[in-house]
């Protein structure tokens, strides 16, 4: 049985598309995370921190609000919560997802996508490779809604990719 997004789910996405503008507004990548427990209160947030020249490629949005709930929650509280992105996880930041506990991943917008807004931009090699097929290889299930508000998630984006 598929998942659905509730009304918080779709609240807690709109927040993380506002994180992700202000990731952009101050010079880096436009992607946000943010993790809520099960009561959706917000226990970590990140903004993409991997932008060239100073940035480190690993520091994606939702590895880093991984990181960050990890260090201050248990593997069972982190087992109920929810990662909220505005783009599919790839599959760096899907093996911290699992690696952490994380439960359940909501997205607004596909990795398939995202593809198609940055093209083959150098800052964004994208993977084909969907989070669904990484945590289905996991011993343990991640439930994962999405995509959900691409339109919403892409305007963000717009004319960020482009090259000079």
Not at 88 to 102: D, F, K, L
Request: proline share 6%.
């Amino acid at each position: 049985m598929l998942e659905h997004a509730s009304e918080r789910d779709m609240a807690q996405l709109r927040e993380v598309i506002a994180l992700s503008e202000k990731s952009k507004r101050d010079g880096r990548h436009p992607f946000a995370a943010l993790i809520a427990d099960e009561d959706g209160h917000v226990v970590a947030s990140a903004g993409n921190n991997s932008m060239p020249p100073l940035g480190d490629p690993t520091q994606h949005a939702e590895l880093r609000a991984a990181a960050q709930a990890a260090k201050d929650l248990t593997p069972e509280q982190l087992l109920k919560c929810t990662l909220y992105t505005n783009a599919e996880p790839c599959c760096m930041c899907s093996g911290a997802i699992y690696w952490c506990n994380i439960g359940r991943v909501v997205y607004a917008m596909s990795e398939r996508r995202l593809l198609e807004i940055t093209g083959d931009h150098p800052e964004n090699p994208t993977f084909s490779l969907p989070c669904r097929e990484v945590f289905a290889r996991g011993q343990r299930k991640v439930s994962v809604v999405g995509p959900l508000i691409e339109d919403e998630a892409a305007v963000v984006h717009d004319g960020f990719w482009k090259r000079e």
